[in-house]
């Protein structure tokens, strides 16, 4: 019997190494799989390199365990944020290695990982700093630069519905980058809101499909930064 | 020199210029205003990087939902006919060309087009979002910015400073003094504030203007 479903967000994040490559979804708050996040802060994986859109705000998310020392490496389209001290912090200290990538290249480069893509070339940053040191090639008399994929040992997610499965359901804009880098991730591991009986997700409507998913665990409270950084302001 | 026009207005100006039916990204900061001043009877559709067609306005007070946010992380909502999408797709539809307009900031346009806006080169720690990719794909490039910066230094100039966002990319600068179009011929002044000589505008532009033959006031109505 194929059943993804583990008990504790202990277990969800109990093999994560030091030195692994972590893709973490979420845009914002949107999507972040904050519960995940903090179960892997708890673990103490060193070394890390982390894979997102953003660096955390706070001491929250991914913030928690760039704080906490655990990132060697971090790869994003816009790490700076209101209340995105600790990162502002680490990278003028020089504490840590930074890879600034434009976020339409991000999301792809995750995507040609989980799609079997050796490489592409996007008109996307020609002209530009981080163009620099790529490989330049015309295609129909415009200039392109070949970006390579990010695979990841594991990726961390947040959806709103699984099955035993792994079908994903997502809500509203939470979606953003759990669908490219479940794909992308040696291990995918998700967590959700509620945890359903296989057959009740309509097929029609799923949208990370099973053999994308390697672990769900279910949340049905998730943390939310909204109240999580209210109260660090108290 | 009077009436140079403040942010609501040179948005109600961008406003004019999106045609009914429009698919239009707006990038985060003062661009985001144009959605408050477009036209009455059309019928624009806002797409946000993140994953969203036909964004709302912020929520009221009770609706806010975590898992809705815009490109500048800030609480929206998503009006009837609007749809959701992963970051793949949507920077497929940016990317793709299938975005009909972009409205952008900018710190600096060089009369070839090129846009520089995303760092000043001193940043701490810079940032880059999805503007790269925005005025790679997009069909237009709008920018909307005050003519010179807080020190009277020229934002359109002869060639960017600063690193670049992308290469001949901008369609249109709305300033604060003037719309300028940007094509083969280098910057063009569309309209310009009616009591500003075309000298005083040059004074403040970094590289040669030419007025447009057909050049009109730019007459943007005082609003609230």
């Given at each position: ?13 109990a093999d ?13 708050m ?6 995940l996040?903090h179960?892997?802060?708890e ?31 971090i ?16 990278h ?9 990538v ?10 040609a ?11 996307t ?12 090639r015309?295609f129909?008399?415009?200039e392109?630069?070949l ?15 699984a099955d035993?499965?792994?079908n ?7 979606r ?36 994308f998913v ?8 998730p ?12 | 020199?009077?009436?140079?026009l ?7 100006r ?10 239009v ?26 994953g969203?067609?036909?964004?709302g ?6 609706e806010?939902d ?21 970051h793949?797709d ?30 000043t ?14 005025v ?5 490039v ?37 719309v ?8 063009v ?9 075309f000298?005083?505008?040059?004074d ?6 030419r ?9 943007v109505?005082?609003?609230?």
């Open positions: 019997m194929m059943n993804k479903v583990v008990d504790s967000l202990e277990d969800a994040v994560i190494h030091d030195g692994a490559v972590v893709h973490v979804g979420g845009f914002g949107a999507g972040s799989p904050i519960d996040l179960a892997l802060a673990r103490g994986a060193r070394d890390l390199t982390i894979v997102s859109n953003n660096a955390g705000v706070g001491r929250v998310g991914i913030a928690r365990l760039l704080a906490g020392g655990q990132v060697g490496r790869v994003c389209s816009f790490p700076r944020q209101d209340n995105s001290t600790v990162i502002d912090d680490l003028r200290e020089g504490r840590i290695e930074l890879e600034l434009p976020q339409g290249t991000l999301a792809e480069r995750i995507r990982a989980g799609a079997g893509i050796g490489g592409f070339y996007t008109p940053s020609v002209g530009t700093p981080l163009a620099e040191g790529k490989e330049h015309v129909d008399g415009r392109h630069v970006e390579l994929p990010i695979h990841a040992d594991f990726a961390l997610v947040k959806a709103e519905k035993r499965w792994g994903l359901v997502y809500r509203k804009a939470q953003n980058f759990g669908p490219p880098m479940c794909m992308a991730a040696t291990t995918a591991v998700v967590q959700v809101r509620t945890v359903v009986e296989l057959g009740e997700l309509d097929p029609e409507t799923v949208v990370t499909p099973s053999i390697d672990r769900v665990v279910a949340v049905p409270n943390l939310s930064e909204r109240e999580l950084i209210a109260r660090e302001g108290e | 020199m009077t009436g140079r403040g942010r609501d207005r040179i948005a109600w961008v406003g004019r210029d999106i045609p009914d039916g429009s698919f990204n707006l990038g985060i900061g003062m661009p985001e205003l144009v959605a408050n001043h477009l036209p009455e009877g059309r019928e624009i559709v806002f797409q946000s990087e993140n969203i067609l036909g964004m306005p912020r929520p009221e007070p009770g806010e975590e898992e809705l946010v815009n490109a500048g992380k800030k609480l929206v909502t998503l009006l009837p006919g609007g749809s959701f999408f992963h793949a949507s920077f497929a539809m940016i990317r793709g060309g299938h975005i009909d307009i972009c409205v952008l900031g900018a710190f600096q346009v060089s009369r070839t087009g090129d846009l520089a806006n995303w760092t080169g001193m940043d701490a720690l810079p940032g880059v979002g999805g503007a790269m990719d925005l790679a794909g997009s069909k237009r709008f920018v909307m910015t005050t003519h010179t910066t807080r020190n009277g230094d020229p934002k359109i100039v002869e060639e960017c400073v600063l690193p670049l966002t992308g290469k001949g990319c901008v369609s249109t600068v709305y300033s604060d003094l003037a300028v179009d940007f094509g083969p011929d280098g910057p002044v569309r309209e310009k504030l009616e009591d500003l000589d000298d005083e505008l040059q403040r532009t970094g590289t040669p203007l007025l447009a033959n057909d050049w009109k006031p730019l007459e109505p005082i609003l609230d």
